[in-house]
Structure formats: C-alpha cells, structure tokens
C-alpha cells in the first residue's frame, strides 16, 4: 500500500507499468477475444429466443445462464478481474455486491409470493366495496 | 414554450410560503449584493466555489447541511404549532399546505440535512485520519457536492414555483402516482432527490476508493481509526443502496411521465413492489447516517477519557456486521403490509439481531469511559448525552421489530418518536459533538464553552419534552401525519411537545449565538499547536487549519493510535523527532466543473419538473460539453516547491518544541 496525493496517481501507476507498446497489443487482444465473446453470447441469446431446439419453458433459464456467462465476460475481459494478490480488494468488492444484490432479490421474490399469496382475488375486494 | 409553468405556479394566495419565499430570495440576493460590493466574489470563486480541496468540500457540505437543518427545523415548528392547535379546530395550516410541510420536513432532514452533514465530516476528516493529502478523485468530489447542493436548491424553489410533494418523505403509490397527485410537487421530489442521489452515489465511489487504495505509508486496515473504519462502512451500504433508491424512483418517474404501469393500481402495476424497494435503500440508509456519527462518538469518547478505544476489534466487527445485517431487515417497515406470520418472523428476528451490534458498542464505550480520566467538554457531553437517549431508542426499535406490536403501534405517532429518538438524538447529536470536535481543526479555533454546554442542556431537555409525549399519544392511538384531531386525551400531551420545540428554538438560539461568539473571540480560543483536545489520531499532527497538502511528509505510521505515541515519545524525550526531508508536493488544481456541472444539472431538474423540454436538451448539451472540457484539459496538478512546504512546516514544529521547552498544554 503506498501513497499519493490523489487518485490520478493510480492511472499513473497503470500506465507505467503497461508502458511499453507490446503490452498494449496484448491488452488489445484481451479486449478483442472479450468483444467476440461477448457478441457470440449476445448472438446466442436471440437465438435461443427464437429457436424451438430448446424445450419452450427451458428458454428462461437458458436466457439466464447466457445473461451470467455475460456477467463473467466483462468482469473478466473488460474490467480485468483476476486472482492475483493485488486484486484482492475487487474480488471483495465483487462478493459483497453479489451478496447483497443475492439479498434483495432473494428478500423481494420470498416477499412478494407471500404477498401477493395472501391478497385476496381482485373480485372480492370489490365486491367488498360495494 | 414554458411547458406546465405559468404565473398560477406562484402561490400569490398563499402568504405564508410567499413571504417565506420572499425573505429567503431577498436574503440570498443580498448576500449576493455584499460579495459583489466587497469585490469578495474572486476569492470565492477561486478558493471556494471551484476548490477540489475535501476539507474546504467538507466544510461547504456542512454549511449546506446547517442551513437545511434550520429548514427543516422551521418546519417541524410549524408543524408542532398546528397541532398544538388544531384541536376540534383547522389550526391555521390547510391540509394540502401541511402536508406538503410533512413531506418537505421529512425529505430535507434526512438527505439534505443530515446526509451533508455527515459527508462532510468525512469529507473534512478522513483524508487527514488517513494521513494523506486528498481523496482519490477530487474534481469528482467537487461535482458530488455541487449535485447535492442542486437539489437542495430544487426542493427550496418548490417553495415559491409550484408546491411539493404532499405524499410524506417517501412517495409511496398509488398516492404519487399522476392520477392522485397530478401536480409538479411529486416531480419536484423526485428530480431533487434524483440529482442529488448521483451525487451521494459519487461520494461513495470516492471515499472506498480512497479508504481501500489510499492511506499513509504503513496504515493498515487495523491500524485505521474508527470514524475512518465507519465511513467505509457508511460508504459500501452507500454503494449498494443507492442504485437501488435511483432504480426505484426512476421506475416511479417513467409512470408519471412516460405511462407505464409499474406501481398503479391498474394494468398489471403492484404498489407493493415500490413498498418493498424502497426500503430496501431506506433502512441501509438510516445506517449510512448512524455509522459514521458512531464513528464521531468513538473519536470523541476515546479523545475526552484519555484512553484508547476498548475493544477497537471488536467495534470495527460490529460496524461491518450492521453493514451487512442492515440488508436483511428492510420489511420491518411493512410488517402490516400482509406478507404473513413466516416472512414477519424473519425479518422481526432479523431485526432484532442487528440491535446486538449496537449493544456491543454500547459496552465499548461504556468501558473507553471506565477508569478514565474524563474531560467533560462540549463534544464529551453530547456523547455522553447520546449514550443515555440512545439506547432508549434502540429499545422502541426493538419492540417495533415485535410483529404483534408493531401491528399495534405502526404508523403511530409511537413510531415517529422512535425514529426521532435514534435520528436526533443518536445522528444529529453526533453531528454537533463533531463540528465541535473538529472545529478548531478547521478554522484554527475553538469553540466557546460555555455557549456549547448551554446548547446541549437545552438540547437534550428540549428532546425529551418534545419527543416523549409522542410515545404517550402514539400509544393512546394517535396516527402520525394528522392535520387536525378531535381527541380530548392528546391535546394536552401535544401541547406539551410544543414547549418541548420552543426549548429547542432556545438552543439552536444558542448554537447560533455560539459561532457568533467564537469568531469574534477567535484570538483568545485559537489553537495554536493544532492539537486543541490532545488528540489521539493523525489528523491532530498537522496546523490548524492544515495547509493544502494536509501533511508536510506523509506519516509513516508503525503502530495503532501512532500519533499518541510519537506525542508521548515527544514529551518523555522533550524534543521533536528529527526535522524530515521535505520535497515538492504535487496538487490538484481547483475547476469549476463541478459547479458548471450542477448549474446545468439544475436546469435539467426544473426543465424536467416542468415539462420544458428544449430547456432540458439544452442543459443536457451545457453538462456534457463541461465532460468533454474538462477531460481534455492536459494541466491537471500544479506543484508547492520544496521550500515553501519546509517554511510552513518548520513553523510548525517551532510551535510544538515550544511547547515541549515550556511544559505548557493548555488541553481543554
Ligand atoms: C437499534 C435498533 C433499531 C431497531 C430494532 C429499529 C426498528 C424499527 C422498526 C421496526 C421500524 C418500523 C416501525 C413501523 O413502521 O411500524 C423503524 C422505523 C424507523 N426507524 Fe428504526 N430501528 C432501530 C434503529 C434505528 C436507527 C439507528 C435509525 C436512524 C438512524 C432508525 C430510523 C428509523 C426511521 C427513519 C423509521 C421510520 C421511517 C418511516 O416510516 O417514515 N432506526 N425502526
Ligand atoms: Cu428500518
């Protein structure tokens, strides 16, 4: 852990040590394989949309699985998530956010059905009014 | 042309929010007049207006924060006045007036009183905590401050163009829905909040980025202080919340404007969904408030009983198990709702558990206080004033978290004073005990004792009797939000709760009369060493105020509390440690896009409140050209030389050694 006087230091840092001009070919290439990736899965997924190779109700599911094999790409390819000991803040980072997001949707899903379990059907509310 | 505005929008009949209105912009414009006339305006342009400096952000957030205190308070007055007497009577408030006030009292306390408030002490103290000269993106700093400052300013023209919001603090549907409340007022809340929420998500960004990547040579995560260690926490649940606030809203937006069906009551839309998100954000939020005003009391306890803080681990687990618990609770607020007896257990229990982090810091500060030689300053007292209210406090939330109960006391007035009893009591004195704190620190002075003790008597006392006999009436049945009454049983009670506020007018009399005195009696209060309290944590080694850079040489930190030991080393050796090597120091230059940026983004909220579309393309433009001129500037950094760094510095340790020569301490 080092400092600076600001956060424009750590693009500096960034910067030199990608400095030289092969390392941003490579970074290029990552970029390229991710793009690629990334539209194939988005191909995909317009295609299971509409294809009837896949039994009608697995659609949303497969959807599903596409739209987090996305997730996974840009993480990877685009926001440059690795295992390596300098990226253990954003490892975190990204546990907490899946944690908490598992959460609220996990937390809303179980309350809605119980909700919506519980009103009464529409009919009988008005005819509670009358 | 003006889309829905019109000279209608101007309450001409109405003269209580016209004169209000009419003071507040004759105010405004001679404030204005006075800068001109000084020839004060480049000094503030250059050193204020367009500052990326977090300690001068930190300290316009709590001005912004103070003023909208005073706001909110003048509300709250009015509100207390008419059901003082609005007794088988209308009072002089008509409903539609008083529930705009509700509404608008609710809203600015929490994110534009509060929220400022508790920014900008993290604005203004964690770097130096930190030791280190700024944040991590400081012109991104500057452009959260002005965003916040443009919705304050929307909800106060709401005051004299059009109304607000009469839905209460959170606008719930199917009452803000266009078919119930087809006026600007819901708009208004929505764009204020809207804009300002960016802002606050920006803060958040800002402040982990610099907390987990940014800290003095050798500050370990358990070697940070606890106000830094809570602002984290604050900051994460910032994070996680806020998109969920934003998502929510504009989900409420895209029905009013754009006639979709999320939360109406027709075409498939569930008003019980907008119930459920929006307190998934809002209980995290009253978390983000309560964490870093524990953070203040930590500081604070520790500093005044002269004694580390006990139990430091245990603090920092319990502040990131609230951190993560205050997700698992967010349907406490709508036990009533009718999710049934499984879902309600849960999340009662859930509830309940999260009082234990609370309770363990309770014991921590109990035990700082125990064997302590303590101060009782200002800060001390609204500390120690806090530990007594607080967990009073905690206890009615904790039988609100009661299903059973809560299907008794939901909505009552019973919970109104509960949320007051931890927000007023727990955050807000927490607030006052840190301005206090930190005072000197900012401005090179302290302030005046006596005036600050007398604002905490009559603040407490004022708390009691105003938020006391809410419990009573609330459990005598009481609903909140009542405009006029017919209850024999409550009137006297409520009457009581008004002398209650006017003590409260008397001490914020006196908190006023406090500042006043202290800057003229500024010499004889000023701090001269810049470690006024005989502090404990980094932010005490610097001047008071500390120059632009914060530190001269960046701290290399070797221990917990390693201030405190260096002081004692200092002291048992009688001199300094060796005069360091001093380089030039590389700063952000100050940019005025943060301002233009806002000013922008208020054009955008009125336009969009107001249906004036060209305005808003137009504002859109002006906020992006700023992006791109501002990215395209190619000097970002400007350098102090060497000398001058070591000619302020050694003036510094000049004062310290003096104090070492002459044994002399005047710590309060
Ligand atoms: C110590 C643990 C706490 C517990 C167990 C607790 C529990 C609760 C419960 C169950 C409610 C909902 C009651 C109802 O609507 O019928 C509630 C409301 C509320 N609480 Fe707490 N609370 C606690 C601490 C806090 C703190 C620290 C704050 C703020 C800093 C806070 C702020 C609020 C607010 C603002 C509301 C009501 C908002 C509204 O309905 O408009 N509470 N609390
Ligand atoms: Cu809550």
Not at chain 2, 436 to 454: I, Q
Not at chain 2, 547 to 555: E, Q
Not at chain 2, 587 to 592: D, G
Request: charged fraction near 10%.
């Amino acid at each position: 852990m080092t400092a600076h006087a600001h956060g424009d230091d750590l693009e500096h840092e960034e910067d030199d040590r990608g400095g030289a001009s092969d390392e941003h070919m490579a970074h290029l290439g990552t970029y390229a394989l991710g793009l690629v990736l990334a539209t194939g899965l988005t191909i995909a997924s317009f295609w299971v949309a509409k294809t009837h190779l896949i039994y009608d109700p697995g659609v949303p599911m497969a959807l599903a699985t596409l739209a987090v094999a996305q997730m996974g790409i840009h993480l990877v390819f685009f926001l440059h998530l690795t295992t390596a000991p300098d990226n253990t803040n954003n490892i975190l980072a990204l546990a907490f956010g899946l944690l908490i997001v598992g959460l609220v949707i996990f937390g809303s899903v179980w309350i809605m059905d119980h909700l919506n379990h519980n009103m009464m059907p529409m009919q009988q509310i008005m005819q509670m009014q009358r | 042309m003006l889309g829905k505005l019109s000279w209608s929008a101007i309450p001409f009949d109405q003269p209580i929010p016209l004169i209000a209105g009419a003071v507040v912009v004759l105010l405004m414009l001679g404030a204005l007049a006075l800068v001109l006339a000084k020839g004060w305006m480049p000094y503030l342009w250059k050193e204020w207006i367009t500052s990326v400096d977090h300690k001068r952000l930190g300290i316009m957030y709590v001005l912004l924060g103070l003023l909208m205190l005073l706001r909110g308070f003048i509300d709250a007055i009015m509100m207390r006045a008419q059901q003082a007497v609005a007794y088988h009577a209308q009072g002089y408030l008509p409903p539609e007036h008083y529930n705009q006030v509700f509404s608008a009292h609710g809203t600015i306390m929490v994110l534009f009183a509060a929220m400022p408030l508790v920014i900008g002490l993290m604005n203004f103290v964690v770097p130096l905590q930190l030791g280190v000269r700024d944040v991590a993106f400081p012109t991104l700093n500057s452009v959260s401050f002005w965003l916040t400052a443009t919705g304050a300013l929307l909800v106060n023209i709401s005051l004299v163009v059009g109304e607000f919001a009469r839905t209460g603090w959170l606008p719930y549907p199917p009452l803000s829905e266009l078919r119930y409340s087809p006026g600007v007022g819901v708009d208004y809340y929505l764009w204020a909040v809207q804009i300002s929420g960016i802002g606050t998500l920006l803060t958040g960004i800002n402040f982990v980025t610099t907390i987990l990547k940014i800290r003095a040579p050798g500050m370990t995560y358990m070697r940070m202080p606890m106000f830094s260690w809570t602002a984290l926490a604050s900051c994460l649940l910032i994070l996680a919340a806020f998109p969920v606030l934003t998502a929510t809203l504009a989900m409420l937006t895209l029905d009013r404007y754009l006639g979709f069906h999320f939360f109406t009551n027709e075409a498939g839309g569930n008003a019980m969904m907008f119930m459920n998100l929006i307190w998934a954000w809002g209980h995290p939020e009253v978390y983000i408030l309560v964490l870093p005003a524990f953070g203040i009391y930590s500081e604070v306890i520790s500093t005044f009983s002269g004694k580390p803080l006990f139990g430091y681990r245990s603090m920092v687990a319990a502040t990131l198990f609230i951190c993560v618990v205050s997700f698992m609770t967010w349907l406490h607020h709508f036990f009533t709702m009718g999710a049934g007896g499984d879902v309600n257990a849960a999340f009662g229990i859930s509830t309940s558990i999260i009082a234990v982090g609370t309770g363990v810091k309770i014991y921590n500060w109990l035990f700082t206080m125990y064997g302590g030689r303590i101060r009782f300053t200002t800060p001390m007292l609204w500390s120690m004033g806090f530990l007594t209210t607080f967990i009073t406090g905690g206890l009615t939330g904790v039988l609100l978290a009661v299903p059973p109960a809560d299907f008794i006391l939901h909505n009552s007035m019973f919970l109104v004073a509960h949320f007051h009893h931890v927000i007023v009591a727990g955050v807000v004195f927490a607030l006052l005990a840190g301005i206090e704190f930190w005072w000197p620190k900012a401005f090179g002075y302290r302030l005046h004792e006596g005036w600050g003790k007398a604002t905490f008597w009559f603040s407490i006392v004022g708390f009691y009797v105003t938020f006391m006999p809410m419990y009573v009436v609330g459990i005598l049945g009481m609903t909140r939000r009542l405009q006029h009454y017919d209850v024999a049983e409550w009137h006297w009670w409520l009457q009581i709760s008004s002398v209650g506020v006017l003590i409260l007018i008397v001490a914020a009399g006196c908190q006023v009369a406090q500042l006043l005195v202290s800057y003229i009696r500024r010499e004889e209060l000023k701090d001269i060493t810049g470690d006024p309290w005989n502090g404990r944590t980094l932010e005490w080694v610097t001047t008071s105020p500390p120059p632009v850079y914060n530190f001269a040489v960046l701290p290399q930190v070797i221990d917990t509390e390693y201030y405190w030991e260096l002081k004692q080393r200092a002291f048992e050796q009688a001199r300094l440690s060796e005069e360091p090597k001093y380089e030039a120091i590389e700063m952000p230059r100050n940019s005025p896009t943060g301002f233009v940026c806002a000013f922008f983004a208020t054009i955008i909220g009125f336009a969009l409140i107001w249906h004036i579309w060209w305005l808003m393309i137009v504002g859109l433009i002006g906020a992006y050209a700023t992006f791109v001129v501002f990215a395209w500037r190619d000097v970002p950094e400007y350098m102090i030389p060497a000398d001058e760094v070591a000619q302020q510095d050694r003036a510094r340790r000049a004062a310290r050694q003096h104090i070492l020569n002459t044994g002399e301490v005047a710590w309060q």
